[in-house]
């Protein structure tokens, strides 16, 4: 049994024990193999429950859809309203808080009304190593963190996932919509279709790992290194740019540091815990 097999096993006697399970369920990585894991321990006894607003980009639905009809285990859609307060709005450094309150605030009262025991998250041992004010808001609300709690990473996540036969195993790193503004920009709906039809036009180009982050007029575009390399093949810059000019963007840049996950974190200093 491997290190990762071992913690899968704790994980699903661990979740078995439960009396009832809310997955807050993206459809990426993370969620889905958690809401797979929550359904083979506990059956009907786990829901899978996506937050469904304008920060969350189409191709997320898709792949949520897709992974609940695949292992069978039960899923639906619930509106969240985080767009429309303001302090999500002003898109602060801590945006992922109010992003994340709105979600759990949500999922506990449909928690209650449902009957289930507790309320779930996919964070994983890696993510602990980054900028989480989501977390924060999960430990607020009590929220379980079973991925976490067992130390599963994100590689491990992704093996047991492919050896699930899981269509999410190996889907690049997701966020919401709102990610791709910078902080201080003001997040808007119209802002946030902008960039998710930005994004879907690079995929139907043939990218894959990408984000197309949203200045204003400019949009700068991160693709993966070697996706870089590709760029110049066929008249893929000439459809790119008349895509994104198409959706109202003015100036179209390509980043060449290419992908990365956080790269809006980049201008953050986050100051240490004080002692005592």
Do not use: W
Request: net charge negative; proline share 5%.
């Amino acid at each position: 049994m491997t290190d990762a097999q071992a913690k899968e096993a704790t994980l699903l006697e661990r979740l078995a024990g439960s009396e009832g399970l809310l997955v807050a369920y993206s459809g990426g990585v993370d969620s889905a193999y958690l809401a797979y894991a929550a359904h083979r321990a506990l059956g009907d006894r786990a829901l899978a429950v996506t937050a469904d607003s304008p920060s969350y980009p189409e191709s997320h639905r898709r792949m949520a859809r897709t992974v609940a009809e695949h292992v069978g285990f039960a899923h639906r859609f619930v509106a969240t309203h985080e767009v429309e307060s303001p302090d999500y709005a002003e898109n602060p450094p801590n945006r992922c808080y109010f992003c994340k309150s709105e979600l759990f605030d949500v999922l506990e009262k449909l928690r209650t009304e449902l009957g289930f025991a507790a309320v779930a998250y996919g964070i994983n041992r890696d993510d602990t190593g980054d900028f989480r004010p989501g977390h924060q808001a999960a430990q607020e609300h009590r929220v379980a963190s079973p991925l976490l709690d067992v130390g599963l990473s994100k590689l491990e996540i992704r093996e047991l996932s492919r050896a699930a036969g899981l269509p999410s195993a190996d889907l690049p790193a997701s966020a919401c919509l709102s990610s791709r503004i910078p902080y201080g920009m003001e997040v808007t709906p119209e802002k946030l279709r902008q960039i998710d039809r930005a994004e879907d036009a690079l995929r139907e180009i043939g990218f894959r790992q990408l984000r197309v982050r949203h200045h204003g007029d400019v949009a700068r575009i991160e693709l993966a290194p070697e996706e870089i390399r590709d760029i110049g093949e066929g008249d893929r810059l000439r459809r790119m740019s008349r895509a994104l000019h198409d959706l109202g963007f003015k100036y179209v840049a390509l980043d060449l540091d290419g992908y990365r996950t956080g790269s809006l974190n980049e201008v953050l200093v986050i100051e240490p815990p004080k002692e005592g």
